[in-house]
Every structure is written in C-alpha cells, then in structure tokens.
C-alpha cells in the first residue's frame, strides 16, 4: 500500500473517534484560556500515539506542543480548540441555547483542532512504517478568538526552527485560501478622574468618562485620514455607575486594524496621543493597557498550490439529503443577504466561474482552485503571525451551509453535526497528504522558502507585544 493510501485509510478509520472527540470538545465549550477540557483531551490521545507533550508555551496553561520524530525537515499543524462566550446552542435549527449567556463553537474550533490531530496521528504512523526522517508537531494554540494564543507563543519561539506550517478553518466551501488578513492591535485605555456629586459640586470632579467621550470623538474624526481598508472599533467597557456620580473611571477598548503592520502601529500610535489629548482636555490621566496584537497573513502560493492539489486528491465529500435538509433550515433563518455575500466571496476566492445557479446548493462538496488574485479579508488572526515566521498554508473545507454567518449560533449547530465532521475529515486527509509531500519532497521545502524570503523581503518578524504583556 502506497503513502497516499495508507494516510486516506487511516484517517478514514479514525472517522467515529475523531468525531466523537470533535462532538466532546463541541459539548464542553471553554473560551479563550481556560479550554482545559479540549486541550487535555487532545494531548492525551496524542501522547497514547507516542507524542512528547510539552505544556506551557506562551505563558498559557493551555497551550502546549507534541512532537514526534527527530531531525529536519520539521512540519508544524496549527490547532485551536477555544470557543466564544454566548453562543451556546443545540444541535437545532431554530434558536435553542443549551445554557442561557453560556459558551459555544461558534468559530468551529471543536472541529479545527481535532482535524489537525487526526492528520499529525495518520502522518505518524505512515511515516513510521517507511522509516522516513523528520519532525511532525501539533502545536495546541488556545485563545484564538482573542487573537492571543500564537502571538505570545511566537514571541516565545516556539515556531523559529519550523519549515513550514499547514493550517486550516471550517468554512462554506473547499478552497485553499491564498489571500491575506489584516493586522490588528487591541488595547484598552483607562482613564482615572475624580469623583464628586454630578448634581451638588460637579465642579469639584473630573469625569473619567469624559476622557472616553473625548478619546472617542478625536479618533472619528481620524477615521477619515486612515487607509480605507483600515477598521476601528471599540466597546466602553466601564463608563461609571450612577448618572449622580462623576466617573472617577472609565474604560475604551479598541481593536484597530489595517492591510499592513506598519500602518496598525502608526494608527495605534496616533491614537495614544489622541488618548492623551483626551486626557488633557478633561483634565484627567489616562493609561495604555496593551493586550495583543498580530500581523497581517504573509501568502505562500507553494504551500497554497499543494494544499490545493491534495484536497483535489482527496475529493471524497458527499453530503446526504438529510444533511442538506438540515442545511436549508439553517439557511432559513440566516439575515438577508448572507447566501449572497457568501457566494459573492466565493466567486472573487476563486479562480473558477460560478453560475448563480449555485447558490441554491446549500452544501459545496466540490474543491475550487484559489484565484490569483484573492480578496482581502476583514478579520484577523495570528497564524499571520507564523506566516512571518515559516511558510504557511491553510485551507478551508466545507462545514457549514453557504453564506453561514461568522460567529454565529447557526455556525455552532453546523459545528457540533454530521456537516461539520465531514468537513473535518476532508481537511484533515488534505493536511496530512501535504504534510507528506513536504517530509518526502525536499523541492517543494526550498520553493516554499524561496517564495517566503521573496515576498518578506528585508522585512523580519518582530513581537509586536511589548515585554511585560501577558497572556490574558
């Protein structure tokens, strides 16, 4: 039996323990460092293969990275596995919380780490029976959502000696995605007045939500000097407590991103001194509270093409008229416009031509070749902080019907069902294929290093966490 057989057969027999695991993970949703559960029910299955586990990378209990194998070259598989809070729900298509405000999978991060693990298990074992060098690792990344997880393990290290890094994320379609993200800081200011009765000596306070107001009104008006790709937003987080009492505290929290991390930092810079301005013009003090901040994705069209040409491969994703049944409903209860903006991305994702026909197919089984010249996405995420580090690839594989909205109770249904495992079994057959190709095949390693050190240039990845962030 060659490679390619074993690795399909594998994972193929690991179908009901690799969504059994999926749907555990799915039903004790944790979010963003505190996915005990999820991490320790992935590391034990993969130190009982015969993974070195290792805990702690990042400064994050829930982090850790399992090894096999010894020497270059090394492959890295990105695994997340937290959840967001209130989202949680049943496996239903109508609006069913499990536990009112309580978490859910609405991302698919039960999915996203399993796959990765049935990939690296298969890998193993192929690997071992030919007696082929090199080093898999499963690096379990939590806090995703919060864009925490791989900034702060980069900053530790722990992908400097990788070769490349394979990665995915359930989607509504199969395609390698080949485009980029944007780059994104969060932080929080906190401005500190002082207290006095608003209705008897107002004068006698200072109003820390004044600072926020102020703080609030200078960067809408900076909204029209920055890249239009650029996107601000924020939160108050504490803006007092009585309307009678001046705020001695108060809160901002900001996301601010952009195309590239050059601009984000001079964005975020200008908007420290617009947090000063405010603080003066209120005649409060404020401070920064820097919480994480990550780059934009750096594409590999070498890592892009395989993982391209391995889903091509795999091809086996057959959906059955009650999984569509249940697709439909879930499409039912979407806001208007969604199937249509979900296609809408497709057709620029793609190099293919898509007839409008195909939007009433609520599940794409079939794979797509990546366009050449791939939308930006709006989001963000800290594999673009790997992608900086190593050549990266990712792929995503069709786990929720057409047009499903991002972070959404209808992505956790799709998640925890039979749509979402199928999903995850596609890509981690992808995955596993790609990752033997770049164990086996020393050409495809020194194209993807080439592309990497061509379009990163004399530009070199720098933590954009300052050095006393930590993890929270």
């Known amino acids: 039996m060659d490679a390619k057989t074993t690795i399909l057969k594998g994972i193929q027999a690991k179908d009901e323990e690799l969504s059994y695991i999926a749907k555990e993970i799915w039903d004790h949703p944790q979010v963003a460092l505190q996915e005990d559960f999820a991490a320790n029910l992935l590391a034990e299955k993969l130190a009982a293969a015969g993974f070195a586990i290792s805990w702690g990378a990042g400064g994050m209990d829930t982090a850790f990275i399992a090894e096999w194998g010894a020497g270059a070259p090394i492959i890295g598989f990105l695994g997340e596995y937290d959840a967001l809070p209130g989202l949680s729900q049943a496996l239903s298509s109508e609006r069913t919380p499990l536990e009112t405000g309580g978490a859910g999978h609405g ?130 987080t504490s803006g007092g407590q009585a309307p009678n009492v001046v705020p001695a505290f108060a809160q901002v929290w900001y996301f601010v991103r952009a195309p590239e991390r050059e601009q984000v930092e001079r964005m975020y810079q200008w908007m420290c001194d617009i947090a000063q301005g405010a603080a003066l013009m209120s005649g409060t003090r404020h401070e920064i509270e820097f919480l994480t901040g990550c780059y934009n994705l750096l594409p590999n069209d070498v890592m892009s093409d395989l993982l391209y040409e391995k889903m091509a491969e795999v091809d086996d994703m057959a959906f059955s008229a009650q999984e569509r049944d249940f697709a439909k409903a879930l499409q039912a209860t979407f806001p208007e416009g969604s199937v249509r903006r979900g296609f809408d991305w497709m057709r620029l994702s793609t190099s293919e031509e898509l007839d409008a026909a195909a939007m009433g197919d609520p599940l794409w089984e079939g794979v797509f070749p990546h366009s050449p010249t791939p939308p930006l996405m709006g989001g ?9 580090i190593a050549p990266t690839g990712q792929i995503s594989t069709t786990c929720w019907p057409l047009g499903t909205p991002g972070h959404s109770w209808q992505t956790v249904a799709a998640s925890g069902s039979s749509i979402g495992a199928k999903g995850m079994l596609f890509a981690a057959k992808a995955m596993a294929l790609a990752g033997y190709d770049l164990l086996t095949k020393p050409a495809l390693l020194v194209a993807a290093k080439a592309e990497f050190t061509r379009a990163r240039g004399d530009r070199r990845y720098n933590t954009p966490l300052p050095p006393a962030a930590r993890p929270q």
């Open 107 to 236: 991302c698919g991060h039960n999915l996203f780490g399993t796959a990765c693990m049935g990939a690296v298990l298969a890998l193993k074992e192929t690997l071992e029976q030919g007696g082929i060098p090199g080093t898999i690792r499963f690096y379990g990344c939590p806090a995703e959502e919060t864009l925490v997880g791989k900034t702060f393990m980069a900053r530790d290290g722990v992908f400097d000696d990788l070769s490349a890094a394979i990665s995915w994320h359930p989607g509504d379609s199969n395609i390698a995605w080949n485009g980029s993200s944007l780059a994104m800081n969060s932080f929080k200011v906190n401005f500190h007045g002082v207290a006095a009765h608003a209705g008897g000596s107002p004068w006698l306070g200072r109003s820390a939500l004044d600072g926020v107001m102020l703080m609030d009104a200078g960067v809408n008006y900076m909204r029209e000097h920055v890249p239009p790709e650029s996107r601000i937003h924020s939160v108050v």
């Open 380 to 388: 963000s995420t800290e594999v673009a902080d790997v992608s900086w």
